[in-house]
């Protein structure tokens, strides 16, 4: 199982860019890396999911380096409803060592500042 | 399209009784997992299911159970309830394991309080 570690906490201002960077040393050949945002007492939210190079969506984007040992989540102009906690996921494919046991990190406590 | 959904959305019981929280995947998908957070902590992994049987289970003890139906929906059990399980239990579900990139989809939890 690839463990993961993240920043506990990161501090940044309404309209600034973010990047959150996880570190996951023993990722396996088939593993996927998955961000997930979390608010208070709510269910982590999907946010962005990628296997190598770089991926964007609507909402932010991933950069893995070739040697996929990091993985940077990158949030474009950060408001205040982006304060949360984002967690990294490294996700195997099932028949490759995939365990179905999924071990997330500690997360990222952002918090966004006026 | 329907997320995941769990019931109850909150639940208080006496320590020493047993909870039941269910739990529906998205459409299409076989695979349900179960966590557990407690206030302020982070996630831990507590159950895997897929194609109805239990695939993996985290360090929990065995009053943590469960079953995941024909329909794929879930059940998950926790018999003679402490005061430490209270906390928020999440389900997840995803595609077929096998498929490309096993992206994980959770609900918004249900809370159980043990007094």
């Known amino acids: 199982l690839a463990k993961t570690t993240q920043p506990i906490s990161m501090d940044s201002y309404e309209g600034q860019e973010v990047n959150i960077t996880c570190s996951h040393n023993?990722?396996?050949?088939?593993?996927?890396i998955t961000w997930y945002q979390q608010f208070p007492s709510q269910g982590p939210r999907f946010i962005i999911q990628?296997?190598?190079t770089k991926v964007t969506n609507e909402v932010a984007s991933l950069f893995i380096p070739a040697d996929r040992k990091s993985s940077t989540l990158s949030l474009p102009r950060v408001s205040l409803s982006d304060t949360a906690v984002y967690y990294c996921?490294?996700?195997?494919?099932?028949?490759?060592?995939?365990?179905?046991?999924?071990?997330f990190g500690q997360g990222t406590t952002l918090q966004v500042k006026p | 399209e329907a997320g995941v959904t769990q019931s109850p959305t909150h639940l208080i019981k006496t320590r020493g009784q047993q909870a039941t929280l269910r739990c529906s995947p998205i459409?299409?998908?076989?695979?349900v997992y179960w966590y557990q957070q407690a206030l302020g902590l982070g996630l831990q992994f507590l159950l895997w299911y897929d194609e109805g049987e239990e695939r993996n289970r985290g360090n929990f003890p065995p009053r943590f159970s469960g079953r995941q139906f024909p329909n794929y929906s879930s059940e998950l059990n926790v018999n003679a309830l402490e005061l430490e399980d209270s906390a928020l239990y999440l389900c997840a579900s995803s595609p077929d394991p096998g498929s490309s990139g096993n992206t994980i989809y959770f609900g918004e939890g249900s809370w159980l309080t043990v007094v």
């Open positions: 459409s299409g998908h076989t695979s």
């Open positions: 996921l490294v996700v195997s494919k099932h028949g490759s060592g995939n365990t179905g046991k999924l071990i």
């Open positions: 990628g296997y190598k």
């Open positions: 023993n990722i396996a050949t088939n593993d996927y």
